[in-house]
């Protein structure tokens, strides 16, 4: 008996002390694996957030030059991810076959390299995607704990919120600008749109907070993240904050209704503004009016002279672009056009087309732009139909399982991108915050979708 009792009986069975000792072990190890899992994410998004702190280039000759900080740091995140992927290897090249539609994505992406304007700048760019892809798929696929994922997105979020207000009384006036509060980002769009993003994660988080000292800490992360976007004056992320807390009641209330109901709401938020864009039309031509006459003069600050100008770039490669990321920040003898620094009449370096869906045309032609916004698409629609098939909070933090406060986080920040995107860029780019988030939101949905029954 006392043989039995230490290694096990005859038909292989381990004794009851080894079973206790090995249940130990495992679970040690498994709360290792989170823990790193949770480090590796927080350390990528504070990373793309501040990554990118005094690189800016001086002239357009260097907008194609590299940063070998970003590369190391994002090489060291791959190095750390590794026990992930080999501890959770099925979880993780699971994720990554659901996922197909994405990586059919990047392979046409990798495709363009052959056409690409800047070969070498492009070939950079995509592997730096694609290790950004592979450190997030591992990162969801190993955090077990959907809450979980949320919580630290919000949390690096309040870190980096409160860096920048840190930083005000040691750089001074290096944090701000003439046109808004930049912080540690050095640009007032970037700043605003991380804050955004950070509203978008806490506010369902209140949700998960069970303890009010939790709840407390989450209303000053908010409060901090809040006062920071004032300060950078970026109408656009502010504008968008504003909407959702608006919009997004009324789209969970929607939610709950029959699918008539639903589908008849849709169908009239889309044909409403066509049918008076219709009707404005007809009167134009009707009196003979100029159909553009009420933007003349609107420039969208300073923007339309750079979307003219990749519209004409645009009709010289329609179908297949210009190879990924390979039109902005490329050699400029390659773009003759870009070698000044007086680039549309603006004096400052250009390194985006402040718009998502021409930058995403220009880089990857109509079938990158289409196959992009199947897939944003594809996750709205994963997002609507968790909405009322996920746990509530209390549940959902004590199995593991997607809550309907992360739903609202990831569908609230993709209704917000396709807005985001008419005057800013970050639609599959390489080393955005916009794209970051994106890949972490599909990846997520996706890991709930592929698990139902």
Not at 256 to 263: K, N
């Amino acid at each position: 008996m006392s043989r039995s009792w230490d290694a096990g009986d005859a038909r292989g069975v381990p004794a009851r002390g080894a079973r206790v000792f090995v249940r130990k072990r495992t679970l040690s190890l498994d709360h290792f694996m989170q823990a790193l899992a949770v480090l590796v994410l927080a350390g990528a998004l504070l990373w793309i957030i501040f990554g990118g702190i005094g690189t800016d280039p001086a002239d357009a000759s260097q907008t194609a030059a590299i940063n070998p900080y970003n590369s190391i740091a994002w090489l060291a995140l791959f190095g750390a991810s590794l026990p992930l992927m080999r501890y959770n290897w099925r979880a993780t090249t699971a994720l990554l076959r659901a996922s197909w539609p994405l990586l059919l994505l990047y392979c046409y992406f990798a495709l363009s390299v052959a056409w690409a304007l800047d070969p070498p700048a492009s070939q950079r760019r995509l592997f730096a995607a694609l290790v950004q892809i592979a450190i997030l798929a591992t990162v969801v696929a190993s955090i077990r704990r959907a809450p979980v994922l949320h919580v630290t997105i919000a949390a690096a979020l309040i870190i980096a919120a409160a860096a920048d207000v840190a930083a005000i009384p040691i750089l001074g006036a290096a944090t701000d600008s003439s046109e808004g509060f930049i912080g540690l980002q050095g640009q007032k769009n970037q700043t605003g749109l991380t804050m955004m993003y950070a509203l978008f994660a806490a506010a369902p988080c209140l949700a998960y907070a069970r303890q009010r000292v939790w709840k407390a800490l989450l209303v000053v992360g908010m409060a901090v993240e809040a006062g920071v976007l004032v300060l950078t004056r970026s109408t656009t992320s502010q504008a968008l904050t504003l909407a959702a807390l608006f919009v997004m009641p009324l789209v969970l209330t929607i939610s709950r209704r029959s699918r008539v109901v639903i589908a008849a709401v849709a169908a009239t938020v889309v044909l409403i503004p066509v049918a008076v864009l219709f009707v404005y039309l007809l009167w134009c031509a009707a009196t003979g009016a100029d159909p553009m006459a009420p933007l003349a003069g609107v420039t969208f600050t300073n923007r339309l002279s750079i979307w003219q100008f990749m519209v004409g770039e645009i009709a010289k490669r329609p179908w297949f672009g210009a190879g990924y990321s390979s039109f902005w920040g490329i050699d400029p003898r390659i773009q003759p056009s870009l070698q000044t620094d007086e680039w549309f009449s603006l004096y400052e370096i250009i390194t985006e087309g402040h718009q998502g869906y021409l930058d995403l045309w220009a880089t990857a032609g109509i079938f990158g732009l289409l196959g992009g916004l199947a897939l944003v698409f594809r996750s709205i629609v994963q997002a609507s139909l968790a909405l009322n098939r996920t746990a509530p909070p209390d549940l959902a933090w004590h199995n593991g399982t997607l809550g309907r406060p992360t739903v609202v986080f990831h569908l609230t920040f993709l209704l917000a991108l396709l807005v985001h995107n008419l005057t800013e860029s970050g639609l599959f780019g390489s080393g955005s915050l916009l794209t970051m988030a994106l890949l972490v939101t599909m990846f997520d949905l996706q890991k709930w979708s592929s698990s139902r029954p």
